[in-house]
């Protein structure tokens, strides 16, 4: 078991504790505990964290960071932990930001189109109050009950809404951030168009907590759809499932989403949940549509055409919005359910072009199957985007050596499509020693150059994104 040296000697934590007031500053070790983790599954090596810190404002934020700066101490801002990439993991210890307390909506800007937001703030939250103003903010990660604003913006998350509506990047109008030397930046604005130099704002969106902290963010929003109905088309073979979800592309409709679930995805969930998932099938699509009332109808209708012209040999529709939920509460259990079935689980994120989505099923399948690995395969594939979950336990050294040759080769088969890494998930710590492939040297160098500016002495989240030497 690893575990790092402390960093912080007791005069600085007093220090800290002046600035951010005695009980936002946690140092007892089983506070440092909970802190040692996210969602993501490292095996059993231990990292604590030396201090905790809970602050209330971009103030405080700013003089903890000189004082970390000053005296090259790791920060590590974390929102609820639930990426899946190791990134609030402390690798070399130090402190840990956690942004629960900034979690104000500060506006719902219904003329413009656009909200102002604390990090803090759950998605799912946001979601529910600008949905009551009739507006929409459409990034949907599967976590959003509780993952946050600033988290989703660090990992510049999707969701199976990605498809139609984009990802979190596609919404970030303005920031304001913290950067390592304390200093206060804001980068966008509330401008729709805005090329003004470079572009900062997007920069920082996807920068996983390693060029600053992310204190406030001005998000654009949407009109509601009048409508949405979800769809369940079931598939024997998970390959017509594939070439539906290329035929509907083809066929220029957009669903707002194309989300894919395989067999062993739905016994796994209905093993915890009846849902009512066929799981005699081989892979199921999710699929929902949405827009105008009487648009919603047509779509639904030309894509169960396309799905049955491909081979579905059923198809559940949704009649309500109580039914429409249930769907996706099967989908959303999806990672819960496989997580219960061993000590871990581990999902990978790859994405490749559209058109070689049925490639990389098989490919997935056929790795897997040459290591003798339990996967569950779901994931936005109407994006590209399939997540093989490995259900694991890493105290088999065997079994953890297996996942690991087995995610080298869906890594290197989605590069051979002509994709990439991660989709959305980001890359953080467990996926660093692949990011030189995907990349090339010129590109990593650019990034350490830009990583170098913004965080010359490295304190913001070390050992994340890049391979370690
Ligand atoms: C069950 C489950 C389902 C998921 N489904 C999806 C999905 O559908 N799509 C998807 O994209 N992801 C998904 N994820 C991954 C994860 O939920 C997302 O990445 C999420 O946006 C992270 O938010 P968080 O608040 O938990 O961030 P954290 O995990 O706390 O932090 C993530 C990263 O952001 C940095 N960070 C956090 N806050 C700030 C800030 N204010 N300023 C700067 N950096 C910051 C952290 O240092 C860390 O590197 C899922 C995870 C789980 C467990």
Redesign the pocket.
């Known amino acids: 078991m690893k575990t790092q040296l402390t960093n912080i000697k007791s005069n600085i934590i007093g220090e800290l504790k002046k600035i951010a007031g005695k009980s936002n500053v946690l140092t007892e070790y089983e506070d440092r505990y909970c802190y040692a983790y ?2 993501t599954a490292i095996g059993e090596d231990l990292y604590l964290p030396d201090a905790v810190i809970l602050p209330e404002n971009k103030h405080q934020i700013s003089e903890i960071l000189k004082i970390a700066n000053e005296n090259k101490i790791p920060v ?10 190791g ?2 993991i402390p690798l070399k210890g130090g402190i840990i ?1 956690h ?1 629960s307390k ?1 979690n104000r909506i500060i506006n719902i800007d219904k003329t413009n189109l656009q909200c102002t937001v604390e ?2 703030v ?2 799912e939250k946001l979601q529910q109050e600008v949905e009551k103003q009739g507006l929409f903010y459409p990034p ?5 009950k ?15 809404r990605g498809f139609k509506y984009g ?2 990047k596609d919404y970030v109008l303005g920031l304001e ?1 913290v950067l390592a030397d304390g200093s206060i930046i804001k980068t966008g604005g509330k401008t729709v168009k805005n090329v003004t130099g470079y572009n900062l704002n997007q920069l ?1 969106t996807g ?4 060029l ?4 406030l963010a001005t998000l654009r929003l949407i009109p509601k759809p009048e409508e949405r109905q979800v769809l369940l088309a079931c598939f024997e073979s998970i390959d017509e499932a594939a070439k539906a979800v290329t035929e509907i592309i083809s066929a220029k409709i957009t669903p707002s989403t194309l989300d894919i679930m395989d067999k062993n995805t739905m016994q796994t969930i209905e093993k915890f949940h009846q849902t009512g998932l066929p799981t005699d099938m081989d892979a199921v699509l999710v699929l929902e549509v949405d827009g105008f009332k009487e648009s919603v109808p047509v779509q639904a209708g030309r894509i169960m055409d396309i799905c049955r012209a491909s081979g579905a040999k059923n198809i559940r529709i949704s009649r309500s919005r109580q039914e429409a939920d249930e769907i996706w509460f099967a989908r ?1 259990s999806a ?2 359910a496989v ?1 219960r079935l061993n000590p871990n689980v581990l ?1 990978e994120d790859a994405v490749v072009p559209l058109d070689k989505i049925p490639d990389m099923v098989r490919e997935i399948r056929r790795i897997t199957d040459k290591y003798s690995l339990t996967v569950c395969i779901m994931g ?1 594939i109407g994006d590209g985007n399939i997540h093989p979950n490995f259900s694991l336990d890493l105290r088999d050294k065997d079994q953890a050596k297996r996942f690991e040759q087995a995610a080298e080769e869906i890594f290197n088969a989605a590069i051979f499509f002509g994709g990439t890494l991660s ?4 890359i ?1 710590y467990s996926k660093s020693a692949f990011i030189n492939k995907a990349l090339g040297p010129k590109n990593i160098e650019l990034m350490k150059a830009i990583k170098n500016t913004f965080d010359p002495n490295g304190i913001l ?1 070390p050992d ?1 994104i890049f391979a370690r030497n």
């Open positions: 996210d969602a590590i801002t974390r929102g609820a932990g639930t990426n899946l990439v990134g609030c930001l942004t900034m990090p803090g759950s998605v949907d990660p599967a976590s959003l509780v993952s946050t604003i600033g988290g989703s913006i660090a990992q510049s998350s999707g969701g199976p990802t979190t951030a920082l920068s996983e907590g390693t600053g902290v992310i204190t959303r990672f819960g997580a999902t936005h989709g959305e998930h980001g953080g989240n994340k």
